[in-house]
């Protein structure tokens, strides 16, 4: 099994769209979670931490349930460059990032 | 100020050849991570330098590819004997990790491409 499993894509949506990415991990001790962006041929970037208490970022919601070891991230009213590949990315007690395989997003017009 | 910087950006090699490539993090940045990225894949870990602490080589596929980090700056990957299952692109990402802050910056990449 993957330390950090996101679910299979392509997500392919229409503008306007809510979609959720959903991720699990296995390592309970994991430390700090996160999302990042990464567009067709480009290196990853951060797009946002993740904490117990959820965060909000604009149309971007990230949730972290530690007891079920389950992350997931909510985007509203998706926008035509918000096409691109979402990363679930926890980061280990030995200070080391763990990425899933991605979940690709195509939103249309 | 000055990102993630790696060279060569594409190198194409023989297989059998050897290639280093390298990696200039951001200054100040205490750690520094190598990743490979095979086409339509996730981010494979392979190695993590913290500051003086000996590396996590747990992710190095083989006694083939090693690392280097001089001075707690630059860092170099070295793949000896290259195979044609080595392409892909090498991401290096460098991070402060003080108490307030782990984000972690990326290079650009460089394409290996093993002929």
């Known amino acids: 099994r993957k330390e950090v499993e996101q679910d299979p894509g392509p997500f392919n949506v229409p503008e306007g769209a809510t979609v959720a990415f959903n991720c699990t991990y296995s390592n309970s001790a994991s430390q700090s979670f996160f999302w990042y962006r990464q567009d067709c041929r480009k290196e990853p970037k951060l797009l946002m931490s993740?904490?117990?208490s959820g965060n909000e970022d604009g149309r971007f919601t990230a949730q972290l349930n530690r007891a079920s070891q389950y992350i997931s991230l909510l985007i509203r009213d998706s926008k035509l460059s918000d096409s691109a590949t979402y990363l679930c990315v926890v980061k280990n007690q030995g200070g080391k990032l763990i990425f899933g395989q991605g979940t690709e997003l195509s939103v249309k017009p | 100020g000055a990102g993630v910087s790696q060279s060569p950006s594409n190198k194409v090699t023989e297989k059998g050849k050897d290639v280093e490539l390298r990696c200039d993090p951001i200054?100040?940045?205490?750690?520094l991570y190598w990743y490979r990225q095979s086409l339509g894949q996730g981010l494979e870990f392979l190695i993590y330098?913290?500051?003086?602490?000996?590396?996590?080589k747990s992710g190095l596929p083989s006694d083939r590819f090693s690392a280097e980090r001089t001075g707690g700056s630059v860092s170099t990957l070295t793949i000896q004997r290259t195979q044609q299952e080595d392409s892909a692109v090498y991401l290096c990402a460098s991070s402060l990790e003080d108490f307030s802050t782990d984000t972690q910056y990326f290079g650009p990449g460089t394409r290996l491409t093993v002929l």
């Open positions: 330098f913290q500051g003086n602490s000996a590396p996590d």
């Open positions: 993740v904490y117990s």
């Open positions: 200054s100040g940045h205490t750690a």
